[in-house]
């Protein structure tokens, strides 16, 4: 008897570890990372089109050249000389306008969301150093972008034809003491999934006024973060962000992501992490079920079992490439189902099928999946039922009484 059950339970470790390779092999596969078909797909795709775009906004920096009287070491006298001197020059007022126009680009066999934008960014900025200097800039690099165009500067309505990037230059030859400047910057990029403008990096110092007024093509898209006050209304076939705040400190940052197929992946990639504490739950009860109703399935119908359960998890994890979220689990849990209708009916006949196994496959594929979508409540609520089930199994006939711990009767 005993002999019967630790080879059973041998068999059952097995399956199981053959199960879980499958879906830790499917898990590889489904991230970001290099080693994954979409990982790889979406590096290279990147690099040519542009990735999720971040803008830092610019520093700005007063130059200028003070007399101070310095004790000369080969002299040893006083002497009066020329030194630079450079302040940060703060922003006193930003406003952002830019439109965002999506489109779907295709690349080998895969689909990103891409966008493209036009992008009108002012900023004035005071100079508190109580002296007249040049005013200087530095811009930024958006990181994720792999192409700018249009990109001009203009200050107080002369163009700037020596703009750079990553590097400082002057604007004004001579900015006066307590005067303020207006900067104009004009860009276009493209870029996939979000556009970040970083407005933390004004934090540490209060901003008097920030405006943005973000017009998208779209509504397939949502607000970077909720904390801000921004205002989002329909225009035409598309929406328009704005925002208008003073005096302002803030550690979030002003952004729009669209609604993306990486956000799917994260998803179906969270559900293959836990995929498998499913399959061990779903095991565990099938096996429980199945002895507290008398049953006597093979080792075979384990081995069903497990690829009935496994197939879901690694369809989702191919077809949410292609399809939509919910399009790939439903799709996996059809033919989870249909090889259930086909392997079940054998080993535990059609009554433990449509009373027990059907519900269970659903339970632990989609419902299982759901768990992710919902608060933890959800998750503990779900859990409460699997412990039941497999204590109600238990308690319904003593485990000495199922016919793994018994020998089979003569007819059997």
């Known amino acids: 008897m005993f002999t019967r059950a630790f080879v059973a339970l041998m068999w059952g470790a097995l399956v199981y570890l053959g199960g879980l390779g499958v879906l830790l092999v499917a898990g590889s596969r489904l991230g970001e990372g290099q080693s994954s078909s979409y990982g790889a797909t979406w590096t290279e795709f990147t690099s040519s089109w542009g990735g999720q775009i971040v803008v830092e906004p610019p520093t700005f920096e007063l130059a200028w050249t003070e007399l101070v009287e310095e004790t000369d070491a080969v002299l040893k006298q006083r002497v009066v000389v020329e030194r630079a001197r450079k302040a940060g020059l703060p922003v006193v007022d930003v406003n952002l306008r830019a439109d965002f126009t999506h489109s779907y680009q295709t690349f080998g066999s895969l689909t990103f969301n891409g966008f493209s934008s036009r992008h009108d960014d002012r900023y004035r900025v005071r100079d508190d150093a109580g002296v007249p200097?040049?005013?200087?800039?530095?811009?930024?690099?958006?990181?994720?972008?792999?192409?700018?165009?249009?990109?001009?500067v203009v200050v107080d309505g002369t163009p700037i034809e020596t703009a750079r990037l990553d590097e400082g230059f002057s604007l004004l030859p001579e900015l006066a003491a307590g005067a303020e400047a207006e900067v104009a910057v004009a860009w276009a990029?493209?870029?996939?999934?979000?556009?970040?403008?970083?407005?933390?990096?004004?934090?540490?110092?209060?901003?008097?006024?920030?405006?943005?007024?973000?017009?998208?093509?779209?509504?397939?898209?949502?607000?970077?973060?909720?904390?801000?006050?921004?205002?989002?209304?329909?225009?035409?076939?598309?929406?328009?962000?704005?925002?208008?705040?003073?005096?302002?400190?803030?550690?979030?940052?002003?952004?729009?992501?669209?609604?993306?197929?990486?956000?799917?992946?994260?998803?179906?990639?969270?559900?293959?992490?836990?995929?498998?504490?499913?399959?061990?739950?779903?095991?565990?009860?099938?096996?429980?079920?199945?002895?507290?109703?008398?049953?006597?399935?093979?080792?075979?119908?384990?081995?069903?079992?497990?690829?009935?359960?496994?197939?879901?998890?690694?369809?989702?994890?191919?077809?949410?490439?292609?399809?939509?979220?919910?399009?790939?689990?439903?799709?996996?849990?059809?033919?989870?189902?249909?090889?259930?209708?086909?392997?079940?009916?054998?080993?535990?006949?059609?009554?433990?099928?449509?009373?027990?196994?059907?519900?269970?496959?659903?339970?632990?594929?989609?419902?299982?999946?759901?768990?992710?979508?919902?608060?933890?409540?959800?998750?503990?609520?779900?859990?409460?039922?699997?412990?039941?089930?497999?204590?109600?199994?238990?308690?319904?006939?003593?485990?000495?009484?199922?016919?793994?711990?018994?020998?089979?009767?003569?007819?059997?």
């Open 133 to 152: 200097g040049s005013l200087n800039v530095r811009f930024n690099w958006p990181a994720g972008a792999s192409i700018l165009t249009g990109y001009r």
């Open 189 to 412: 990029t493209k870029g996939a999934d979000a556009f970040t403008y970083r407005l933390s990096a004004f934090r540490s110092r209060i901003l008097p006024h920030f405006g943005a007024r973000y017009r998208v093509d779209t509504d397939r898209f949502a607000l970077l973060r909720f904390g801000l006050d921004q205002v989002r209304e329909r225009e035409g076939g598309g929406s328009v962000v704005t925002v208008d705040l003073a005096d302002l400190s803030t550690s979030q940052d002003l952004g729009l992501r669209f609604a993306s197929q990486r956000s799917d992946l994260a998803f179906a990639e969270r559900v293959l992490d836990h995929a498998p504490f499913s399959l061990l739950a779903f095991l565990a009860l099938v096996f429980v079920a199945s002895q507290a109703a008398g049953l006597r399935p093979d080792a075979v119908h384990a081995l069903t079992m497990t690829a009935t359960h496994t197939t879901f998890f690694v369809f989702v994890a191919y077809l949410v490439r292609w399809w939509s979220l919910e399009a790939a689990v439903a799709g996996g849990t059809a033919l989870s189902l249909l090889l259930a209708a086909l392997f079940g009916p054998g080993g535990f006949g059609w009554r433990f099928c449509k009373r027990t196994l059907f519900p269970a496959v659903l339970a632990f594929t989609a419902g299982f999946s759901a768990l992710f979508l919902l608060p933890s409540v959800a998750e503990l609520a779900f859990f409460f039922v699997v412990g039941v089930a497999l204590l109600a199994g238990v308690s319904r006939f003593h485990p000495g009484r199922w016919p793994l711990l018994n020998e089979p009767a003569p007819d059997q």
